[in-house]
């Protein structure tokens, strides 16, 4: 089960075009079976990118996107996904990448119905 649940996660990222070298050492005991939102997901977004996409943040939601509740996560996963993923432009600048173990907790969560709990 969790097994399978690794090999689709990895078909995902790698047909995102997610580089193999980034993907070498993903340990899925790494990531929660379960994500939730309050657990793991908003410390994620906490960590990363509220500091500048929330209501309080710097910029003020940057380019109109809010990281800071469930429903605007959910809303804007199609770009965070992108820029988090694929493209790997945010966060910008020089911060830190997200590592494997946080995008797979982001992937679980939305796969397994990104329940706001
Ligand atoms: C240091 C401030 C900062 C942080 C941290 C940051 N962003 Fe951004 N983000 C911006 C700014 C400024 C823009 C608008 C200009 C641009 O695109 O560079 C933006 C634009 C975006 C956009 C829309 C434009 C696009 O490129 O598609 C998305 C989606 C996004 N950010 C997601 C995220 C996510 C997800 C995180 C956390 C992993 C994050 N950002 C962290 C500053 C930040």
Redesign the pocket.
């Known amino acids: 089960m969790a097994r399978a649940g690794l090999v689709a996660a990895l078909l995902v990222l790698g047909g995102c075009g997610f580089g193999t070298d980034t993907l070498e050492g993903v340990d899925p005991e790494a990531a929660p079976e379960e994500p939730t939102y309050s657990e793991h997901v908003s410390v994620i977004m906490d960590l ?2 509220t ?3 929330a209501e309080d943040a710097q ?1 003020g939601e ?2 109109g ?1 809010g ?1 800071d509740t469930c429903a605007k996560v959910k809303r ?1 996963w199609g ?2 996904w ?3 993923a694929v493209s790997q ?5 020089g ?1 830190e990448r ?1 590592t494997s173990a946080e995008l797979l907790t982001l992937q679980r969560w939305r796969e397994q119905g990104g329940r706001c709990d």
Do not use: D, K, Q, S
Request: with cysteine; proline share 17%; net charge neutral.
């Open positions: 990363r990118c500091a500048c996409h910029p940057a380019e996107y990281f804007a770009p965070l992108n820029t988090v432009t945010m966060p910008p600048g911060a997200l």
